[in-house]
Structure formats: structure tokens, C-alpha cells
């Protein structure tokens, strides 16, 4: 594997832990090529970018996802990732009152949505552990 | 808070994100038929959602241009990318890894136009602060 690939591979951890490396195991079993150019565009050279943190990045993309209105999965997915990035329940929800002025009340419903089912998860396992 | 106050609030914070130049020419070109909805968003996007504490204005305008760079609204894009740079505290580099990031989830040509759409003012920025 290229340096690239693992430094990407290890950035997918990091964001998206064993849901992201699943998504990765699935498509290398049906597209190999696909799943090596995700991680190693996306996640070896953008996300390893030291100039914006990693908190920051998952606001940006929380707002891009939730404005295009028809990446819910992968919203649903980087809203986890916010949550492993440090981002509050509070937070995520402060984005979406943005996504509402700028993208309309619409996206903003099925976003707050999302966030409101992966926060509930995460509080359910959260309380499960203690 | 009553409307008036609203509407005041609104207003001090549009001329501190945007710049009083920007905010003095869209009063000065208000209608009758557009002066209903300066004051609906003086007081609702800007009222309501810039001022509220969770997040501060930086990280405000990262999330906004990377919403305009999804829904592919360039003039208020522009506008922001402008904003951001004379009145507010982002540099060029902020912008350029909103865009790569945004090249992953809205696609390379909405980022290709992006960094089009932005380089005047980034230009123009650059010359001010030489």
C-alpha cells in the first residue's frame, strides 16, 4: 500500500472509526479501485491537511452535506464523526439552525433529524457502558 | 427582546459581517418591494441565527461558504468569501481548505468554480495587504 493510502487509512479511523473502515472493507470487495481512491484522496490529502483542524472540517461538511439535501447516509455518518471530533449535541444542532437560513427549512428538518437520531444512539451507548 | 430591538441587533451584526459599505448600498437600493424581506432577514438570519453565542463568527462564515459552494450560489458566495476577507478574520488560506474539502463532497467542478468565483476578491485582498 502507498504511504498515501496508509496515511488516509489511518485518518479514516481516526474521523470515522469501524463504521468508515466498513465502508472501505464493502467497496474494496466490489470496487477495489474505488474504495483505494477514497481514502487516498479524500483522507490521505485532504483530511491530513494540517491547516483546518479536524473539528472545523466536520462543521464544514456537516453543512455541505445537510445543504445538498440528498446525502443523508453520509451525513449521518459524519455527524458521528463530529461527535468523535469533539463536537457537541448542542453544536451539531447550532449548524443546522444555520443549514435552515441557507439552505432552507427543508434540508434543515431532514438534517436536524439525522443529528437527532445519531445523538440519541450515542447517549443510548453511552449510558450503556456505565 | 422585541422586534425593534430584533431588527437593531440584526442590524449591527450584518454591518459587522458583511462591512457597513456592503450593508449601506442594500439599504440605500431597498424598495417597496424589497423592503419587507430586508427587515424579515435583518431580523431572522441575522437576529436570530449569527448572533446566537455557540459559535463565533469565523467558524459562522467557513460553514456558510461551504453551503454556497454546495447549493452553487455564487453571487452570495462572492459576497462572503469578500466579507470574510476585508471585515472579517479569515485569510486566503482558510478559503482554499474550505474548497478542498468541499471538492470532496459537492465534486470538482463546484470547487473549480469556487476557487474561480473567489480569486478577484483574493486577489484584491492580497494587493490591499501587501
Redesign the interface.
Known amino acids: 500500500m502507498s504511504e498515501r493510502y496508509e496515511r488516509g487509512l489511518a485518518a479514516l479511523t481516526a474521523l470515522n472509526g469501524p463504521d468508515g473502515v466498513a465502508v472501505i472493507d464493502k467497496l474494496s470487495e466490489f470496487a477495489p479501485a474505488f474504495g483505494e481512491q477514497l481514502v487516498e484522496?479524500?483522507f490521505g490529502d485532504?483530511y491530513t491537511?494540517p491547516?483546518?483542524d479536524l473539528r472545523?472540517?466536520q462543521?464544514?461538511?456537516i453543512?455541505?452535506?445537510?445543504?445538498?439535501g440528498f446525502?443523508l447516509p453520509?451525513l449521518e455518518i459524519h455527524v458521528r464523526g463530529g461527535l468523535r471530533a469533539g463536537l457537541t449535541r448542542?453544536?451539531l444542532t447550532?449548524?443546522i439552525?444555520?443549514?435552515?437560513?441557507?439552505?432552507g427549512f427543508p434540508a434543515a428538518l431532514n438534517a436536524m433529524a439525522v443529528v437527532r437520531r445519531v445523538c440519541a444512539e450515542a447517549e443510548a451507548a453511552a449510558a450503556d457502558t456505565h | 427582546m422585541d422586534e425593534g430591538e430584533r431588527h437593531e441587533l440584526g442590524m449591527k451584526t450584518r454591518r459587522s459581517v458583511l462591512g457597513d459599505a456592503h450593508v449601506d448600498r442594500a439599504e440605500a437600493n431597498k424598495t417597496a418591494f424589497t423592503s419587507d424581506f430586508q427587515d424579515l432577514i435583518t431580523r431572522?438570519?441575522w437576529g436570530e441565527?449569527w448572533t446566537?453565542q455557540?459559535?463565533d463568527h469565523k467558524?459562522?462564515r467557513?460553514?456558510?461558504?461551504?453551503?454556497?459552494?454546495?447549493?452553487g450560489r455564487w453571487e452570495e458566495f462572492v459576497m462572503h468569501v469578500r466579507a470574510a476577507l476585508f471585515e472579517g478574520e479569515l485569510e486566503p488560506?482558510?478559503i482554499?481548505?474550505?474548497l478542498?474539502?468541499?471538492?470532496?463532497?459537492?465534486g470538482v467542478p463546484a470547487a473549480n468554480t469556487a476557487f474561480k468565483e473567489a480569486a478577484d476578491a483574493v486577489a484584491e485582498y492580497e494587493k490591499a495587504s501587501a
Not at chain 2, 62 to 71: D, F, Y
Open positions: 484522496f479524500i485532504v491537511r491547516q483546518l472545523t472540517r462543521i464544514v461538511t453543512s455541505a452535506l445537510a445543504a445538498m446525502a453520509q448542542e453544536e447550532e449548524i439552525h444555520h443549514v435552515a437560513a441557507y439552505s | 431572522y438570519a441565527i446566537r455557540r459559535f467558524t459562522r467557513l460553514l456558510v461558504l461551504s453551503m454556497m459552494v454546495a447549493l488560506e482558510d482554499k481548505e474550505v478542498l474539502q468541499c471538492a470532496i463532497y459537492c
